[in-house]
């Protein structure tokens, strides 16, 4: 199994930004799909999830800012992140939950002006 980000970076709050995982290794369209994050002091937070039939679900923190989604496609999973704050700044982590959590490399999304 592999899972690897991409998409991260230093954008101003307000702005939006667009990760990307892209899996291997298993078969994506039958597995639900997570992104976490997590910043230095904090716990790591289950910030979105969406299931094999496209169900969605966010914490509270980002819902009606971010949106997950996927393409079995092409294997990957997709967080849109709109209206970035400052406390958004984090490493996010893509997750699948097989017989044991696989998780990718994170990517660092630095929310500053």
């Known amino acids: 199994v592999r899972l690897v980000e991409s998409g991260g970076g230093l954008v101003q709050p307000g702005g939006s930004l667009r990760l990307s995982c892209a899996a291997s290794g298993f078969i994506f369209s039958r597995n639900p799909m997570r992104w976490y994050r997590h910043s230095p002091g904090k716990e790591r937070e289950l910030v979105a999830v969406?299931?094999?039939?496209?169900?969605?679900n966010y914490a509270g923190s980002v819902k009606g800012r971010f949106i997950i989604s996927r393409d079995n496609s092409k294997n990957t999973v997709y967080l849109q992140m709109n209206s970035l704050k400052p406390e958004d700044t984090a490493v996010y982590y893509c997750?699948?939950?097989?017989?044991?959590?696989?998780w990718g490399q994170g990517t660092q999304v630095t929310v500053s002006s």
């Open positions: 969406i299931t094999s039939v496209g169900s969605t």
């Open positions: 997750n699948v939950p097989l017989r044991t959590d696989y």
